[in-house]
């Protein structure tokens, strides 16, 4: 069974940081890329960043570029989101997910998701 457990949300002040971690298990995800996305009340899923296992070709977002950081560990099979410089509009439920696919920042092309954890970003 594939599970993406997503942790390392909460509440922080603006100018502050998050690193938010995604655990993969229940198969090999070698050829996967892991992305991360979010999602404010009201809006739709939006692309933040993403990462493939294999070679770590990485991409941001222009609205989190210089600010996020996305890495991954393959002996814990885990992904992280390093989140710096935080501001109120980051605020939303974040999602990491999986996909074969090669348009990362399409949400409905990722495979597997997480349950989402939420940060919230006080002004």
């Known amino acids: 069974q594939v599970q993406l457990v997503e942790s390392g949300g909460g509440l922080v002040q603006a100018g502050g940081s998050l690193r938010l971690s995604c655990a993969a298990s229940g198969r090999t995800f070698n050829n996967y890329a892991m992305g991360w996305f979010r999602q404010a009340p009201g809006k739709e899923r939006e692309f933040v960043a993403t990462i493939r296992w294999s070679g770590g070709r990485i991409y941001y977002s222009d609205s989190v570029k210089g600010r996020f950081t996305i890495s991954r560990d393959n002996a814990k099979n885990t992904v992280y989101l390093q989140m710096n410089s935080l501001k109120p509009e980051d605020t939303a439920v974040y999602y990491c997910?999986?996909?074969?696919?090669?348009?990362?920042?399409?949400?409905?092309?990722?495979?597997?998701w997480g349950q989402g954890t939420q940060v919230t970003v006080s002004s």
């Open positions: 997910g999986a996909t074969l696919s090669l348009d990362y920042w399409r949400s409905h092309v990722y495979a597997y």
